[in-house]
């Protein structure tokens, strides 16, 4: 994978503290896009062809990961917390989480668990709320924590261990949601711009997708696209069981056809099945309860056809995530087919289709 994927894992990005990534992305894009456009949440895409006469591709992966705000420094110096994003408490125990500060300085701690020692004998605790959570940064008491440079509105996210697994297939860090679509929207403006389409291509990453797909409903209607593709990494379930549309790590790319808040295109879906299978590419059926960037994009305007091309990832929502390199070939190659072949007349075609 290029480097851009293991840099952009390890920038931090709570939902509306983008700024890192965005300052990445904006660097990178210069470098492979024509012109660049932003709205004024803070999302930011790559042009190519932005003069032609084809229809207008977004693709959009979005630059915010879950996380957390902090909300108080208790007397002992403990710092409370109030997620950022869909997080469980029980997940982020005893977990390496920093707090990034507005100067760039990071304060490392570890969020406060009980050991056995402490709790045997005792009733079981209930599940543990992320509003209960604190997080220890090794201060004396309130002040100290302050003097650290802790304040109120703070983001805090894990901090990162990135590995790849003992037989170099697969990828484990913080953030593969969605810092892979972000990377994903690089990769698709450099491998296309020296190519002629006959379309005009956005490829970026939105804000704030994790806190309620808010830069989706900026973005589109800034850019007012034809066609939006969310790049997304979706979480499966085969580490647990799971059954044949709950995602399994490399089977190919996630046709997301049903989630409650977006049900794929019907021209779309067999836009997409046609070129998979013309161009050998894996891909399994998904369906979601929870839902992409795609879900505001189809609403933008009279509406947009929208895809969501997942990425299988376990255990996202958590402070690590794991990846698998054969499904990354299965997104990107894809995108690349849809892109290379799609005009005016595609579009009809699967509009006609509804
Ligand atoms: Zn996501």
Request: hydrophobic share 35%; glycine share 10%.
């Amino acid at each position: 994978m290029k480097p851009y994927y293991k840099d952009l894992v390890e920038l931090p990005g709570a939902p509306s503290f983008e700024h890192h990534v965005r300052a990445y992305m904006r660097r990178a894009l210069n470098e492979h896009a024509q012109t660049i456009v932003e709205d004024k949440l803070g999302s930011i895409f790559g042009g190519l062809n932005p003069d032609a006469e084809g229809p207008r591709v977004m693709v959009a992966g979005h630059m915010d990961e879950v996380g957390a705000m902090v909300v108080g420094i208790t007397e002992e110096g403990l710092v409370k917390l109030r997620p950022l994003g869909g997080v469980k408490g029980d997940v982020f125990l005893s977990q390496h989480m920093s707090i990034h500060t507005d100067d760039l300085e990071e304060i490392p701690g570890v969020t406060a668990s009980k050991p056995p020692h402490l709790t045997r004998g005792k009733k079981q605790d209930k599940p543990m709320s992320f509003e209960d959570l604190r997080l220890d940064i090794g201060a004396e008491d309130k002040e100290h924590a302050e003097k650290l440079g802790v304040k109120i509105g703070q983001q805090v996210v894990p901090r990162n261990l990135y590995t790849t697994t003992k037989d170099g297939k697969k990828h484990i860090s913080k953030a593969w949601d969605d810092r892979f679509g972000c990377a994903m929207a690089l990769e698709i403006l450099e491998t296309l711009k020296s190519e002629s389409l006959p379309i005009q291509l956005y490829a970026g990453a939105t804000v704030q997708e994790e806190a309620g797909l808010r830069g989706a409903k900026t973005a589109t209607a800034r850019i007012e696209p034809d066609v939006f593709i969310a790049v997304d990494c979706s979480p499966c379930q085969d580490s647990f069981g799971g059954d044949e549309i709950s995602g399994k790590l490399n089977e190919g790319f996630l046709m997301r056809f049903y989630d409650p808040n977006t049900i794929m295109h019907r021209g779309m879906k067999h836009h997409l099945e046609e070129l998979a299978e013309q161009h050998g590419i894996d891909y399994q059926y998904y369906q979601s309860k929870g839902g992409t960037d795609a879900a505001r994009a189809q609403l933008s305007g009279d509406g947009v056809v929208v895809a969501t091309i997942g990425m299988p990832a376990r255990y996202i929502h958590s402070t690590t995530s794991m990846i698998h390199e054969n499904d990354y070939h299965a997104v990107r190659d894809m995108l690349l087919a849809f892109l290379r072949s799609f005009d005016s007349d595609a579009l009809a075609r699967i509009k006609a289709n509804v």
